[in-house]
């Protein structure tokens, strides 16, 4: 049975109601004005609140406005009962987060339709919630371990080969073993310090100093830095010959730590998830007093319910294709670009093309 909360300070009103909700099974609960009714609500946290507008000492919009800025309540539906239904009141109140208003008198059908209908709401949104984080859990479950494994395995097999049976390799074979355990390494730290750095961008997210101070960074010898950092990448991936660049120098409201690290991981994306042969297109312009970057590769695509549900730990058909990584790359570029004041758009055909683009202020 749902719990509902009346916040309404007309005592024959509140009984009104309250007898009404307990005639159709639900459990109700009475505040006789806003203050009671905050404490209320953060003590049983009520599946949903019907909260008058007009109220001595706290009235609704204070409530609401209390009740969506502490995290234990923010996200009950609420609705208001109201005699005053003014455009610039109803306007208000939706900016403070209110799902519904009922204007007083109402009938017992209208309040109740209105209830069922923010309840069914609520209930999707939260099954849709719970449905996201099973994923979350499970893609996490599923690549972290084997994200850790893999290099490990490498680094302590071959390491423990070269120190137990040195003497029967040639010099040949303990570099090319060195080499293996290199590449595991840097694989490793490379996980660990997108990890840290994806957390990092979290918590500065829920700073505004911190997002303050990036935005007002500032680069200016963008094609330089680009272009140098895309050729170390393509080398890396020996796809030099598939790296092509247009690119227009321009100043960008970013440092140059973390243009490197958005270029990085788009080009990481772009090499990893098509063929070598087929082009990769970096390019850099100027558009209405904003600066774009975009990387263009010919590879897998990606559908538009994919690009949808880009965040952090999320990769897409994992199960059909071997692939490394925990899926933080596009969730670290989306996060930078968001908090420098800049937005991420995905153009994807399946199987055809990917264009990843980053719009970021001049």
């Given at each position: ?34 203050k009671v009714g905050i404490k209320m609500a953060i003590e049983h946290m009520p599946d949903l609140i019907l909260c008058d507008m007009m109220m001595p000492e706290i009235d609704g919009h204070g409530v609401l406005k209390a009740l969506r800025s502490e995290p234990l309540t923010a996200t009950i539906p609420f ?164 790296l092509k660049l247009s690119l227009q120098n321009s100043s960008v409201a970013i440092d140059s730590v973390k243009l490197t690290k958005v270029l990085e991981e788009l080009l990481d994306n772009a090499f990893k998830f098509s063929s070598e042969g087929t082009p990769v297109l970096v390019s850099v312009w100027v ?76």
């Amino acid at each position: 049975m749902a719990k509902i909360l009346v916040i309404e300070d007309e005592a024959a009103i509140r009984e009104n109601i309250l007898d009404l909700l307990e005639a159709e099974n639900f459990v109700s609960l009475g505040a006789a004005n806003g203050k009671v009714g905050i404490k209320m609500a953060i003590e049983h946290m009520p599946d949903l609140i019907l909260c008058d507008m007009m109220m001595p000492e706290i009235d609704g919009h204070g409530v609401l406005k209390a009740l969506r800025s502490e995290p234990l309540t923010a996200t009950i539906p609420f609705i208001f009962l109201t005699a005053k239904a003014e455009k610039t009141d109803i306007r208000l109140g939706m900016e403070l987060g209110a799902d519904d208003y009922i204007t007083k008198p109402c009938t017992p059908q209208e309040l109740l339709k209105a209830v069922a209908i923010r309840l069914e709401k609520h209930k999707a949104i939260s099954s849709q919630s719970q449905k996201k984080l099973d994923d979350l859990r499970s893609n996490i479950s599923t690549s972290l371990p084997h994200e850790l494994r893999t290099p490990l395995n490498a680094i302590l097999g071959f390491s423990e080969l070269i120190l137990s049976e040195y003497k029967l390799f040639e010099e040949a074979d303990i570099l090319e073993m060195v080499g293996h355990i290199q590449i595991s390494g840097h694989r490793l730290y490379r996980l660990i310090q997108n990890f840290l750095l994806y957390t990092d961008l979290e918590i500065s997210a829920t700073n505004p100093e911190l997002i303050k101070e990036m935005r007002n960074s500032k680069f200016s010898c963008v094609e330089s830095l680009l272009s140098e950092k895309a050729r170390q990448q393509a080398k890396l991936a020996n796809r030099i010959d598939d790296l092509k660049l247009s690119l227009q120098n321009s100043s960008v409201a970013i440092d140059s730590v973390k243009l490197t690290k958005v270029l990085e991981e788009l080009l990481d994306n772009a090499f990893k998830f098509s063929s070598e042969g087929t082009p990769v297109l970096v390019s850099v312009w100027v558009e209405n007093q904003k600066f774009i970057l975009s990387v263009k590769d010919e590879g897998r695509g990606m559908t538009s319910e994919q690009i949808s549900q880009i965040e952090a730990y999320m990769q897409f058909e994992r199960q059909l294709y071997q692939q490394a990584g925990l899926g933080l790359g596009l969730a670290i570029v989306k996060r930078i670009t968001e908090l420098h004041g800049g937005n991420l758009k995905i153009d994807s055909s399946p199987h055809q093309s990917t264009i990843v683009s980053v719009c970021l202020p001049v």
